[in-house]
Protein backbone atom coordinates (compact mmCIF):
# COMPACT_ATOMS: atom_id res chain seq x y z
CA UNK A 1 0.00 0.00 0.00
CA UNK A 2 1.77 3.66 -1.17
CA UNK A 3 0.52 6.55 0.90
CA UNK A 4 2.55 8.56 -1.38
CA UNK A 5 1.56 11.08 -4.60
CA UNK A 6 1.89 9.75 -8.58
CA UNK A 7 4.29 11.87 -10.60
CA UNK A 8 1.96 13.74 -12.19
CA UNK A 9 0.37 14.95 -8.49
CA UNK A 10 4.11 15.68 -7.67
CA UNK A 11 4.33 17.91 -10.75
CA UNK A 12 0.98 19.59 -10.07
CA UNK A 13 2.37 20.74 -6.79
CA UNK A 14 5.77 21.56 -8.41
CA UNK A 15 3.57 23.92 -10.75
CA UNK A 16 2.08 25.48 -8.17
CA UNK A 17 5.07 26.28 -6.22
CA UNK A 18 6.56 27.92 -9.21
CA UNK A 19 3.47 29.88 -9.92
CA UNK A 20 2.71 31.57 -6.27
CA UNK A 21 6.75 32.12 -5.80
CA UNK A 22 5.95 34.36 -8.64
CA UNK A 23 2.65 35.76 -7.37
CA UNK A 24 1.81 35.65 -3.98
CA UNK A 25 5.39 36.42 -2.19
CA UNK A 26 4.87 37.12 1.51
CA UNK A 27 3.94 40.58 1.04
CA UNK A 28 1.20 40.14 -0.60
CA UNK A 29 -0.75 38.16 2.62
CA UNK A 30 0.92 41.17 4.33
CA UNK A 31 -0.61 43.98 1.81
CA UNK A 32 -3.91 41.88 1.85
CA UNK A 33 -3.67 42.25 6.42
CA UNK A 34 -3.18 45.90 6.09
CA UNK A 35 -5.80 46.30 3.86
CA UNK A 36 -9.62 46.47 4.66
CA UNK A 37 -9.85 43.89 1.45
CA UNK A 38 -11.17 40.75 2.21
CA UNK A 39 -8.69 38.68 -0.06
CA UNK A 40 -6.47 39.13 -2.72
CA UNK A 41 -8.75 39.52 -5.83
CA UNK A 42 -5.57 39.10 -8.30
CA UNK A 43 -4.27 36.11 -6.78
CA UNK A 44 -7.90 34.07 -6.80
CA UNK A 45 -8.12 34.80 -10.59
CA UNK A 46 -4.75 33.60 -11.14
CA UNK A 47 -6.13 30.49 -9.00
CA UNK A 48 -9.18 30.52 -11.21
CA UNK A 49 -7.21 30.00 -14.65
CA UNK A 50 -4.48 27.98 -13.03
CA UNK A 51 -7.68 25.52 -12.50
CA UNK A 52 -7.38 25.18 -8.87
CA UNK A 53 -10.55 26.28 -7.63
CA UNK A 54 -12.06 23.66 -9.60
CA UNK A 55 -9.59 20.81 -8.98
CA UNK A 56 -12.37 18.12 -7.96
CA UNK A 57 -15.59 19.71 -10.01
CA UNK A 58 -15.96 17.28 -13.29
CA UNK A 59 -15.37 18.97 -16.66
CA UNK A 60 -18.48 18.93 -17.72
CA UNK A 61 -19.48 21.76 -15.20
CA UNK A 62 -16.45 23.88 -15.92
CA UNK A 63 -13.77 22.14 -13.35
CA UNK A 64 -10.43 20.35 -14.41
CA UNK A 65 -11.49 17.31 -13.21
CA UNK A 66 -8.77 16.22 -10.74
CA UNK A 67 -9.36 14.59 -7.27
CA UNK A 68 -8.99 15.57 -3.69
CA UNK A 69 -5.49 14.67 -3.91
CA UNK A 70 -4.50 17.10 -6.16
CA UNK A 71 -6.75 19.58 -4.25
CA UNK A 72 -4.82 18.60 -0.78
CA UNK A 73 -1.62 19.38 -2.59
CA UNK A 74 -2.61 22.74 -3.81
CA UNK A 75 -3.70 23.57 -0.41
CA UNK A 76 -0.65 22.62 1.03
CA UNK A 77 1.49 25.21 -1.55
CA UNK A 78 -1.15 28.08 -1.03
CA UNK A 79 -0.46 27.82 2.88
CA UNK A 80 2.97 27.85 2.46
CA UNK A 81 3.04 30.89 0.93
CA UNK A 82 0.19 32.25 3.31
CA UNK A 83 -1.85 33.12 0.41
CA UNK A 84 -4.92 35.97 1.66
CA UNK A 85 -7.56 33.60 -0.42
CA UNK A 86 -10.54 31.52 0.89
CA UNK A 87 -9.24 27.92 -1.41
CA UNK A 88 -10.23 25.82 1.27
CA UNK A 89 -13.26 26.95 2.61
CA UNK A 90 -14.52 28.04 -0.74
CA UNK A 91 -13.60 24.25 -1.91
CA UNK A 92 -15.80 22.76 0.80
CA UNK A 93 -18.70 24.58 -0.36
CA UNK A 94 -18.63 23.20 -3.58
CA UNK A 95 -17.49 19.57 -2.27
CA UNK A 96 -21.02 19.31 -0.21
CA UNK A 97 -22.84 20.29 -3.94
CA UNK A 98 -20.65 17.70 -5.36
CA UNK A 99 -21.72 15.28 -2.47
CA UNK A 100 -25.12 15.84 -1.87
CA UNK A 101 -26.50 18.32 -4.36
CA UNK A 102 -29.45 18.10 -7.16
CA UNK A 103 -28.32 17.51 -10.47
CA UNK A 104 -29.92 21.05 -11.01
CA UNK A 105 -27.89 22.48 -8.23
CA UNK A 106 -24.91 21.14 -9.64
CA UNK A 107 -25.15 22.11 -13.09
CA UNK A 108 -26.14 25.64 -11.24
CA UNK A 109 -23.67 26.24 -8.98
CA UNK A 110 -20.36 24.86 -9.54
CA UNK A 111 -19.68 26.23 -12.75
CA UNK A 112 -19.32 29.19 -10.79
CA UNK A 113 -17.06 27.61 -8.05
CA UNK A 114 -14.32 26.88 -11.14
CA UNK A 115 -14.70 30.08 -12.42
CA UNK A 116 -13.90 31.55 -8.94
CA UNK A 117 -16.97 33.98 -9.43
CA UNK A 118 -19.11 32.04 -6.72
CA UNK A 119 -16.95 31.81 -3.13
CA UNK A 120 -18.56 29.43 -0.37
CA UNK A 121 -18.54 29.54 3.18
CA UNK A 122 -19.90 27.85 6.42
CA UNK A 123 -22.34 29.08 8.73
CA UNK A 124 -22.65 26.46 11.66
CA UNK A 125 -22.40 28.91 14.96
CA UNK A 126 -24.63 31.15 16.47
CA UNK A 127 -22.77 31.67 19.77
CA UNK A 128 -19.19 30.70 21.48
CA UNK A 129 -19.04 27.40 22.40
CA UNK A 130 -20.07 24.25 21.27
CA UNK A 131 -22.42 23.85 17.79
CA UNK A 132 -24.61 20.67 18.98
CA UNK A 133 -27.99 19.94 16.93
CA UNK A 134 -30.17 21.60 20.11
CA UNK A 135 -28.40 24.98 20.09
CA UNK A 136 -29.44 25.83 16.20
CA UNK A 137 -32.00 28.31 16.20
CA UNK A 138 -31.68 29.40 12.61
CA UNK A 139 -34.69 28.37 10.72
CA UNK A 140 -35.81 28.09 6.97
CA UNK A 141 -39.28 28.53 6.70
CA UNK A 142 -41.55 27.17 3.74
CA UNK A 143 -41.82 29.71 2.01
CA UNK A 144 -37.63 29.15 0.90
CA UNK A 145 -36.46 31.91 3.16
CA UNK A 146 -33.77 31.82 6.29
CA UNK A 147 -33.96 34.04 9.39
CA UNK A 148 -31.27 34.05 12.01
CA UNK A 149 -27.62 34.66 12.79
CA UNK A 150 -24.32 33.20 12.13
CA UNK A 151 -21.12 34.05 13.39
CA UNK A 152 -17.56 32.99 12.53
CA UNK A 153 -17.73 32.31 9.16
CA UNK A 154 -14.67 31.36 7.82
CA UNK A 155 -13.58 33.51 5.21
CA UNK A 156 -17.34 34.83 5.41
CA UNK A 157 -15.92 38.47 4.38
CA UNK A 158 -15.16 37.31 0.79
CA UNK A 159 -18.25 34.48 0.23
CA UNK A 160 -21.00 35.20 -1.78
CA UNK A 161 -23.09 31.74 -1.03
CA UNK A 162 -23.03 30.34 2.78
CA UNK A 163 -23.96 26.54 3.68
CA UNK A 164 -26.34 27.09 6.41
CA UNK A 165 -26.88 24.70 9.17
CA UNK A 166 -31.03 25.54 10.08
CA UNK A 167 -33.56 24.44 11.08
CA UNK A 168 -37.23 24.04 9.05
CA UNK A 169 -40.74 24.48 10.27
CA UNK A 170 -41.12 21.32 11.83
CA UNK A 171 -38.15 21.17 13.93
CA UNK A 172 -35.82 18.98 11.54
CA UNK A 173 -32.21 20.37 10.85
CA UNK A 174 -31.41 20.98 7.26
CA UNK A 175 -28.25 22.33 5.47
CA UNK A 176 -29.45 25.19 2.98
CA UNK A 177 -27.52 27.26 0.43
CA UNK A 178 -28.05 31.18 0.87
CA UNK A 179 -26.99 33.66 -1.23
CA UNK A 180 -25.35 36.90 0.11
CA UNK A 181 -25.11 40.28 -0.61
CA UNK A 182 -22.68 43.08 1.43
CA UNK A 183 -25.99 43.44 3.65
CA UNK A 184 -25.95 40.28 5.28
CA UNK A 185 -21.99 39.98 6.06
CA UNK A 186 -20.18 41.98 8.44
CA UNK A 187 -16.04 41.43 8.82
CA UNK A 188 -15.61 40.11 12.52
CA UNK A 189 -12.33 41.65 13.73
CA UNK A 190 -9.89 38.49 14.42
CA UNK A 191 -6.51 37.57 14.73
CA UNK A 192 -5.84 37.38 10.77
CA UNK A 193 -7.38 40.02 8.74
CA UNK A 194 -5.85 38.47 5.43
CA UNK A 195 -8.40 35.65 5.98
CA UNK A 196 -11.21 37.49 7.76
CA UNK A 197 -14.03 35.62 9.29
CA UNK A 198 -17.41 37.35 9.22
CA UNK A 199 -20.69 37.73 11.02
CA UNK A 200 -24.17 36.76 8.86
CA UNK A 201 -27.43 37.95 9.49
CA UNK A 202 -30.20 36.39 7.78
CA UNK A 203 -34.06 38.21 7.50
CA UNK A 204 -36.12 36.72 5.20
CA UNK A 205 -33.07 35.73 2.52
CA UNK A 206 -33.61 33.30 -0.17
CA UNK A 207 -32.46 29.74 0.62
CA UNK A 208 -32.54 26.47 -0.57
CA UNK A 209 -32.26 23.08 0.80
CA UNK A 210 -28.59 21.32 -0.38
CA UNK A 211 -29.96 18.40 -2.15
CA UNK A 212 -33.46 16.93 -1.72
CA UNK A 213 -33.50 17.73 1.90
CA UNK A 214 -33.93 14.30 3.04
CA UNK A 215 -30.25 13.47 4.00
CA UNK A 216 -29.81 13.53 7.96
CA UNK A 217 -28.24 16.90 7.77
CA UNK A 218 -26.14 16.65 11.02
CA UNK A 219 -24.65 13.32 9.60
CA UNK A 220 -23.68 14.99 5.86
CA UNK A 221 -22.74 17.85 8.15
CA UNK A 222 -19.97 15.50 9.80
CA UNK A 223 -18.90 14.02 6.32
CA UNK A 224 -18.23 17.17 5.13
CA UNK A 225 -16.25 18.51 8.04
CA UNK A 226 -13.96 15.54 7.89
CA UNK A 227 -13.49 15.82 3.92
CA UNK A 228 -12.97 19.27 5.06
CA UNK A 229 -10.15 18.54 7.63
CA UNK A 230 -8.10 16.84 5.20
CA UNK A 231 -7.72 19.69 2.57
CA UNK A 232 -7.27 21.85 5.28
CA UNK A 233 -4.57 20.22 7.38
CA UNK A 234 -2.50 20.53 4.82
CA UNK A 235 -3.11 24.26 4.10
CA UNK A 236 -1.35 24.11 7.74
CA UNK A 237 1.55 21.56 6.83
CA UNK A 238 2.45 24.19 3.67
CA UNK A 239 2.27 26.74 6.37
CA UNK A 240 4.44 25.24 9.38
CA UNK A 241 6.55 23.78 6.40
CA UNK A 242 7.32 27.33 5.04
CA UNK A 243 7.95 28.44 8.80
CA UNK A 244 10.42 25.83 9.83
CA UNK A 245 12.24 26.45 6.60
CA UNK A 246 12.44 29.98 7.18
CA UNK A 247 13.41 29.46 10.71
CA UNK A 248 16.38 26.86 9.80
CA UNK A 249 17.72 29.46 7.45
CA UNK A 250 18.08 32.32 10.49
CA UNK A 251 19.59 30.12 13.27
CA UNK A 252 22.19 29.09 10.85
CA UNK A 253 22.63 32.54 9.65
CA UNK A 254 22.18 34.33 13.31
CA UNK A 255 25.54 34.72 15.05
CA UNK A 256 26.16 34.63 18.71
CA UNK A 257 29.63 34.20 20.41
CA UNK A 258 31.26 33.88 17.02
CA UNK A 259 29.11 30.88 16.27
CA UNK A 260 25.89 30.09 14.30
CA UNK A 261 22.90 30.29 17.05
CA UNK A 262 22.07 27.02 15.49
CA UNK A 263 25.04 25.39 16.42
CA UNK A 264 24.06 25.78 20.35
CA UNK A 265 22.51 22.20 21.91
CA UNK A 266 19.06 23.92 23.20
CA UNK A 267 18.36 25.02 19.46
CA UNK A 268 19.10 21.85 17.80
CA UNK A 269 16.86 20.80 20.22
CA UNK A 270 13.74 22.72 19.93
CA UNK A 271 14.70 22.09 15.45
CA UNK A 272 15.10 18.67 15.99
CA UNK A 273 11.27 18.47 18.07
CA UNK A 274 9.88 21.05 15.64
CA UNK A 275 10.78 18.93 12.55
CA UNK A 276 9.52 15.80 14.29
CA UNK A 277 6.63 17.28 14.99
CA UNK A 278 6.32 18.00 11.04
CA UNK A 279 6.83 14.81 9.75
CA UNK A 280 4.24 13.05 12.04
CA UNK A 281 1.91 15.33 11.07
CA UNK A 282 3.07 14.85 7.08
CA UNK A 283 2.59 11.30 7.70
CA UNK A 284 -1.08 11.82 8.71
CA UNK A 285 -2.01 14.05 6.62
CA UNK A 286 -0.48 11.59 3.52
CA UNK A 287 -3.21 9.04 5.28
CA UNK A 288 -5.81 11.22 4.99
CA UNK A 289 -5.54 12.06 1.27
CA UNK A 290 -5.05 8.69 0.33
CA UNK A 291 -8.44 7.85 3.25
CA UNK A 292 -9.90 10.43 1.20
CA UNK A 293 -9.11 10.02 -2.15
CA UNK A 294 -10.28 6.16 -1.94
CA UNK A 295 -13.69 7.03 0.31
CA UNK A 296 -12.05 4.90 2.49
CA UNK A 297 -14.52 3.93 5.59
CA UNK A 298 -11.40 4.70 8.06
CA UNK A 299 -11.31 8.43 6.90
CA UNK A 300 -13.00 9.88 10.25
CA UNK A 301 -10.13 8.67 12.11
CA UNK A 302 -7.46 9.68 9.61
CA UNK A 303 -9.33 13.59 9.26
CA UNK A 304 -9.05 13.66 13.04
CA UNK A 305 -5.59 12.32 13.19
CA UNK A 306 -4.74 14.43 10.65
CA UNK A 307 -6.41 17.47 11.76
CA UNK A 308 -4.53 17.14 15.01
CA UNK A 309 -1.26 16.29 14.39
CA UNK A 310 -1.74 19.59 11.96
CA UNK A 311 -2.49 21.72 13.87
CA UNK A 312 -0.11 21.21 16.97
CA UNK A 313 2.87 21.17 13.78
CA UNK A 314 1.51 24.51 12.70
CA UNK A 315 1.29 25.87 15.86
CA UNK A 316 4.31 24.89 17.37
CA UNK A 317 6.33 25.97 14.15
CA UNK A 318 5.12 29.46 13.99
CA UNK A 319 5.44 29.96 17.62
CA UNK A 320 9.14 29.15 17.62
CA UNK A 321 9.65 31.18 14.50
CA UNK A 322 8.92 33.98 16.64
CA UNK A 323 10.76 33.02 19.74
CA UNK A 324 14.26 32.02 17.23
CA UNK A 325 14.19 35.33 15.80
CA UNK A 326 14.73 37.22 18.81
CA UNK A 327 13.55 40.67 19.43
CA UNK A 328 13.08 41.40 15.79
CA UNK A 329 10.73 38.28 15.58
CA UNK A 330 8.43 40.19 18.03
CA UNK A 331 8.24 42.98 15.38
CA UNK A 332 5.51 44.24 12.83
CA UNK A 333 8.30 44.47 10.05
CA UNK A 334 9.64 40.69 9.96
CA UNK A 335 6.94 37.99 8.65
CA UNK A 336 6.93 36.33 11.82
CA UNK A 337 4.06 37.56 12.72
CA UNK A 338 2.14 36.51 9.53
CA UNK A 339 2.78 33.47 10.28
CA UNK A 340 1.67 32.83 13.68
CA UNK A 341 -1.65 34.92 13.09
CA UNK A 342 -2.16 32.18 9.69
CA UNK A 343 -1.79 29.43 12.55
CA UNK A 344 -3.94 30.85 14.87
CA UNK A 345 -7.11 31.26 12.09
CA UNK A 346 -6.77 28.00 10.88
CA UNK A 347 -6.68 26.47 14.53
CA UNK A 348 -10.28 27.57 14.48
CA UNK A 349 -11.64 27.21 11.14
CA UNK A 350 -12.92 23.80 11.44
CA UNK A 351 -13.08 24.03 15.60
CA UNK A 352 -10.44 24.04 18.12
CA UNK A 353 -7.92 21.01 18.31
CA UNK A 354 -9.81 19.95 21.80
CA UNK A 355 -12.91 19.21 20.08
CA UNK A 356 -10.57 17.30 17.40
CA UNK A 357 -9.20 15.07 19.68
CA UNK A 358 -12.23 14.43 21.69
CA UNK A 359 -13.86 13.27 18.64
CA UNK A 360 -10.31 11.62 17.71
CA UNK A 361 -10.83 9.45 21.23
CA UNK A 362 -14.06 8.79 20.44
CA UNK A 363 -13.35 7.22 16.81
CA UNK A 364 -10.77 5.02 18.60
CA UNK A 365 -13.31 3.88 21.15
CA UNK A 366 -15.66 3.22 18.88
CA UNK A 367 -14.50 2.53 15.25
CA UNK A 368 -16.59 5.12 13.57
CA UNK A 369 -17.23 8.54 13.20
CA UNK A 370 -18.73 10.07 16.94
CA UNK A 371 -21.74 12.28 16.88
CA UNK A 372 -19.80 15.12 18.96
CA UNK A 373 -20.19 18.50 18.85
CA UNK A 374 -18.50 20.98 17.31
CA UNK A 375 -16.65 24.09 18.79
CA UNK A 376 -16.60 26.85 16.32
CA UNK A 377 -15.63 30.27 18.20
CA UNK A 378 -13.99 33.13 16.23
CA UNK A 379 -10.47 33.73 16.37
CA UNK A 380 -9.69 35.94 18.72
CA UNK A 381 -9.12 39.75 18.44
CA UNK A 382 -5.46 40.92 17.44
CA UNK A 383 -3.96 43.20 20.53
Same mark, same amino acid.
Given at each position: ?79 ? &? ?17 ? %? ?57 ? =? ?11 ? &???? &?? %? ?54 ? *? ?45 ? =? ?45 ? &?? *? ?17 ? =? ?29 ? %????
Amino acid at each position: MNFDFSEEQKLLRTTARDYLEDRAPLGLARSVLESEAAMSRELWAGAAEMGWLGAVIPEEWGGAGFGHGELALIAEELGR &ALAPIPFGTSATVADAILL %AGTEEQKRRLLTGFATGDRIGTLALAERRGVVRPESVRATQGRDGTLSGTKIGAPDGAA =ANLALVLARDDAG &ALVL &AL %AELDDGSRTAEESIDPSRPTARLSFDGTPAEPLGTGEQDAWTLLRRLLDRAAVVQS *FEQLGTAQRAFDLTREQVLDRYAFGRPIGSFQAIKHRMADLYASLEI =ARSNCYYAAWALTNDDPGLPLAACTARVAATEACNEASAEMVQLFGG &AG *FTWELDCHLFYRRAQNLAL =ALGPIGEWRDRLVDCLDTGSAPGAGLRTEPP %AAAG
